[in-house]
């Protein structure tokens, strides 16, 4: 017996996991500083809504980016609970995230919580983010652990640029193989 797949499921689950793709990009992008992956993320005519900031996604990404080499020294996103409701080339997704900043003054770490509310678009077969509400519900503090420091340097390169080791290609550089 053959299973044939059902086309419109199958473009159902591609379209699902571009849609999760290009949330990942903006997470990664933020977190790297990295200018053109978070662009990659958006349409060029895209809304961005983080309460504090509303405006394009160029001006977004301005503010943004200030903003995070002015009060840190990196930060890590998070995305974890995820409902996409697909209707045609338009989806409407909520995102649960979690943002960790690594502060350059007063409390150590802060930690962010909230939803990511985005409407996305697919043109010309690409989904990207049309319009975001970014939705803070909690801030915290988090304070130096009393814990031997980890030594970072040993593993890889840490960097909020494109030095940063995830960016290695291949990942096994003659460097690392020395080590």
């Not at 500083?33 to 990404?61: C, K, M, N, Q």
């Not at 974890?80 to 997704?93: I, S």
């Not at 960790?100 to 990207?128: A, F, M």
Request: aromatic share 8%; charged share 30%; proline share 4%.
């Amino acid at each position: 017996m053959t299973i044939v797949p059902d086309p419109r499921r199958l473009q159902e689950l591609i379209d699902r996991q571009d849609i999760h793709d290009a949330l990942l990009r903006y997470t990664r992008g933020v977190d790297r500083l990295d200018e053109d992956l978070v662009r990659s993320a958006y349409w060029p005519d895209a809304i961005d809504d983080h309460g504090v900031f509303r405006g394009t996604a160029e001006a977004f990404i301005t503010w943004a980016f200030t903003g995070h080499r002015k009060a840190h020294h990196g930060e890590q996103h998070y995305i974890m609970n995820h409902t996409c409701d697909l209707d045609g080339d338009v989806a409407h997704t909520e995102t649960y995230f979690v943002m960790v900043g690594r502060n350059r003054s007063g409390t150590p770490v802060t930690l962010h919580g909230g939803r990511y509310i985005d409407q996305l678009e697919k043109r010309d077969g690409e989904w990207r983010i049309a319009h975001r509400v970014s939705m803070v519900e909690w801030v915290g503090g988090v304070t130096e652990p009393d814990l031997p420091p980890v030594r970072r340097e040993e593993n890889g390169v840490v960097a909020r640029d494109r030095t940063d080791t995830s960016y290695d290609r291949p990942l096994l550089t003659e460097a690392r193989r020395a080590r």
